[in-house]
C-alpha cells in the first residue's frame, strides 16, 4: 500500500537532548511537509521541501532541521534550541503542481520529560 | 501573506442533526481552499477542496462547503450527522504558489451527541 509512515508514535526524551523523527513516503511525491499541532493552535508549517536537496524554512523553523537526501525521506531534527518541543509533529506529502493536496501520516507525539 | 480563521473551537450537535462549521479567510491574492478532518491520534485526510468553477463542492462522508468571495468564507456543512462524524476539522488555505505548504486554521471540534 501506499503511503506515508511516520516513527516512532511516541517518542519520551529528556530536556536537552536532540531528537529526530522519521517520515518515509511511497507515493513519489516530490514535496513533504513538517507540521507541528499544539491543542488549540491548529498546524503551523516548520520546513517544506520541494525537490531532493533542497528545503525551505516555514513559519516556526527555529530549534528545528531537516533534511532531504532521498525523495522518500525527510527526517525532522528537534533541537535543544527548541525552547517547548512537546507537540504532536505531522508529516505530509503532495504531488507537484497539484495544488494543496496532501497526504498526512499518521504523527508522531513528541513528550520531552 | 494568509491566514484563516474558524469562529468556533467546538461545536457539540445531536446525532442526525444538521450541522455548520465556519471558515473565514483574508488573503491578497486568489486563494484555494480546503476542509480537512482528523480523528483522534491520526494524521488529516483531505475532504474537499475548491479550487474553481462551482462555488458549491462536495466532499466525501456527505460534506460540502460553498465558497463565498464576498465573504470570504468556505463553511462546511452536512444535513444530517452521524456518531462517527465525532472529529476535529480544519479549514486552510493555499495561495497555490508552488509547494510552499497550507495555512490552517485552529480547528473546530465537532462533538456529536446521541
Known amino acids: 500500500d501506499g503511503g506515508i509512515t511516520q516513527s516512532p508514535k511516541y517518542l519520551f526524551r529528556k530536556e536537552g537532548q536532540n531528537v529526530t523523527l522519521s517520515c518515509e513516503q511511497n507515493?513519489?511525491?516530490?514535496?513533504m511537509y513538517w507540521y507541528r499541532q499544539d491543542p488549540g493552535q491548529g498546524l503551523r508549517l516548520i520546513y517544506y521541501?520541494?525537490?531532493?536537496?533542497?528545503?525551505q524554512k516555514g513559519d516556526i523553523a527555529e530549534g528545528y532541521s531537516v533534511s532531504r537526501e532521498k525523495k522518500e525521506s525527510f527526517p525532522l531534527t528537534v533541537t535543544s534550541a527548541q525552547k517547548n518541543p512537546t507537540a504532536f509533529y505531522l508529516c505530509?506529502?503532495?504531488?507537484?503542481?497539484?495544488?494543496?493536496?496532501?497526504?498526512f501520516g499518521p504523527g508522531t507525539r513528541l513528550t520531552v520529560l | 501573506a494568509q491566514s484563516v480563521t474558524q469562529l468556533d473551537s467546538q461545536v457539540p450537535v445531536f446525532e442526525e442533526a444538521p450541522v455548520e462549521l465556519r471558515c473565514n479567510y483574508s488573503?491578497?491574492?486568489?486563494?484555494?481552499l480546503f476542509w480537512y478532518v482528523q480523528y483522534p491520534n491520526q494524521g488529516l485526510q483531505l475532504l474537499l477542496k475548491?479550487?474553481?468553477?462551482?462555488?458549491l463542492v462536495k466532499g466525501i462522508n456527505g460534506f460540502e462547503a460553498e465558497f463565498n468571495k464576498s465573504q470570504t468564507s468556505f463553511h462546511l456543512r452536512k444535513p444530517s450527522v452521524h456518531i462517527s462524524d465525532t472529529a476535529e476539522y480544519f479549514c486552510?488555505?493555499?495561495?497555490?504558489?508552488?509547494?510552499?505548504?497550507?495555512?490552517f486554521g485552529k480547528g473546530t471540534h465537532l462533538i456529536i451527541q446521541p
Open positions: 505530509a506529502s503532495s504531488i507537484e503542481g497539484q495544488v494543496g493536496r496532501q497526504f
Open positions: 507515493l513519489n511525491h516530490d514535496a
Open positions: 521541501s520541494q525537490i531532493v536537496n533542497d528545503f
Open positions: 488573503s491578497s491574492v486568489s486563494v484555494y
Open positions: 475548491y479550487l474553481s468553477g462551482s462555488t
Open positions: 486552510a488555505v493555499s495561495s497555490g504558489g508552488g509547494a510552499d505548504g497550507l495555512t
